[in-house]
């Protein structure tokens, strides 16, 4: 039977009530499920989307539960072409010095280019500029969960695994310097760079080939 029909359309019969309810309710439950829900559940969902086409293009990506870090509600790290990414999302009202702290320690933990926050609708205690120059000092960057939400959700799953950092990264407001390298510009006027391990790797074999330290 077509989705909502009432009656059979061959002999007539009604079809049972509790099929048509569940048929007209469920889409109903979902969407009032999903406007209802808080600003770091909606954030999660958007984490889990970065997951999933992370995972889906052919990279690394797994969830850190042990370790959490105060103020921190998910928190993933991606290991896309030889370079590692920690994406997670605030669950508090502001960043203090404690949650900085962590993330700087989490990022030399895994050896991390940067770390992408994502913020949720519920409003901030604005940073103030010592905060927000000590975070992009450590490569860290804070984006709002609105702002990226439709651009992460429009990615599409066939997207190679290459072409999915380059538009992560961007979205996070980080250049491509050349094929293999991403800077990210801090406060300050320093530049900090990735490169993917696969070539920093071959430029020591190179150098050590070619007796050049």
Known sequence: MPEGSIFC???G?????????????Q?????????NLGSTERSSQLLDRINYLFRKSGAISKKINQNA?????????????????????????????????????QKFRFDAFAIFLIEGETKMKPAGAEVINKLSRNAIV???ELEIRDQINAIP?????YDLLTRVMELFGIKQNDENGFILQAKGGNEIS????????????????????
């Open 9 to 11: 359309q061959v002999c």
């Open 13 to 25: 019969q009604k079809i049972a009530t509790d099929t048509v309810q569940q048929t007209a309710v």
């Open 27 to 35: 889409p109903l439950k979902e969407k009032l499920f999903n406007d």
């Open 69 to 105: 870090v105060a103020g921190i509600n998910n928190m993933s790290i991606i290991i896309s072409e030889g370079i590692h990414i920690i994406v997670a999302c605030i669950n508090t009202g502001s960043i203090t010095d404690e949650i900085m702290e962590n993330l700087v320690l």
């Open 142 to 144: 804070m984006k709002k």
């Open 157 to 161: 799953d066939t997207i190679s695994e």
């Open 194 to 213: 990735a490169m993917a391990d696969s070539l920093r790797e071959k430029i020591k074999l190179l150098k050590k080939k070619n007796n050049n330290p």
